[in-house]
């Protein structure tokens, strides 16, 4: 039985692009969902999570400088991201009404932007539960190497190798 909320918890999970010639393995950095499909790291196609049955669980994973990884979406990152959004579609029609005209929800765009980011950020009544691709730098590839040190510590407190 596992002691995780979530199959792909702490897993390494591969995406591909529809014929695989764009692949992708990605770190689950948490006990949380994953995307079925997500964009590639060069925007140029999506990727779909592919070969299920072979996604690792790798909770002492420290991913490389440069890989990506599943995050908690924080709400500084839901607003950037529905910024983006709100600026392209705010005079487009979706759905036969433009964002503009809907002044029974929002009047400006940064009222769109906040309640928007606001219903990414807590899905599910649950603050951070959706997830976020981040790519690792320095900090974020030092913070796991800490992260992994003292889970392995805690589970061996006293290691003597031989």
Same mark, same amino acid.
């Given at each position: 039985?596992?002691?995780?909320?979530?199959?792909?918890?702490?897993?390494?999970?591969? &995406?591909?692009?529809?014929?695989?010639?764009?692949?992708?393995?990605?770190?689950?950095?948490?006990?949380?969902?994953?995307?079925?499909?997500?964009?590639?790291?060069?925007?140029?196609?999506?990727?779909?999570?592919?070969?299920?049955?072979?996604?690792?669980?790798?909770?002492?994973?420290?991913?490389? =400088?440069?890989?990506?990884?599943?995050?908690?979406?924080?709400?500084?990152?839901?607003?950037?991201?529905?910024?983006?959004? =709100?600026?392209? &579609?705010?005079?487009?029609?979706?759905?036969?009404?433009?964002?503009?005209?809907?002044?029974?929800?929002?009047?400006?765009?940064?009222?769109?932007?906040?309640?928007?980011?606001?219903?990414?950020?807590?899905?599910?009544?649950?603050?951070?539960?959706?997830?976020?691709?981040?790519?690792?730098?320095?900090?974020?590839?030092?913070?796991?190497?800490?992260?992994?040190?003292?889970?392995?510590?805690?589970?061996?407190?006293?290691?003597?190798?031989?």
């Amino acid at each position: 039985m596992s002691t995780y909320k979530h199959p792909e918890a702490y897993c390494r999970m591969s &995406y591909a692009n529809g014929d695989r010639s764009v692949t992708e393995v990605l770190w689950n950095s948490r006990d949380g969902v994953t995307p079925y499909g997500i964009g590639s790291a060069d925007g140029t196609c999506e990727l779909l999570h592919v070969d299920w049955n072979k996604d690792k669980r790798d909770i002492f994973f420290v991913p490389p =400088v440069g890989s990506r990884v599943f995050i908690d979406l924080t709400m500084d990152a839901a607003r950037a991201y529905r910024r983006v959004f =709100v600026e392209k &579609y705010w005079e487009k029609e979706i759905y036969g009404e433009r964002m503009c005209d809907r002044t029974d929800v929002w009047t400006t765009k940064e009222e769109a932007v906040e309640q928007l980011a606001k219903g990414d950020y807590e899905t599910g009544g649950v603050p951070g539960a959706q997830p976020d691709v981040v790519v690792v730098d320095e900090r974020l590839h030092k913070l796991y190497r800490e992260r992994a040190d003292a889970l392995l510590k805690r589970l061996i407190p006293n290691p003597r190798f031989t």
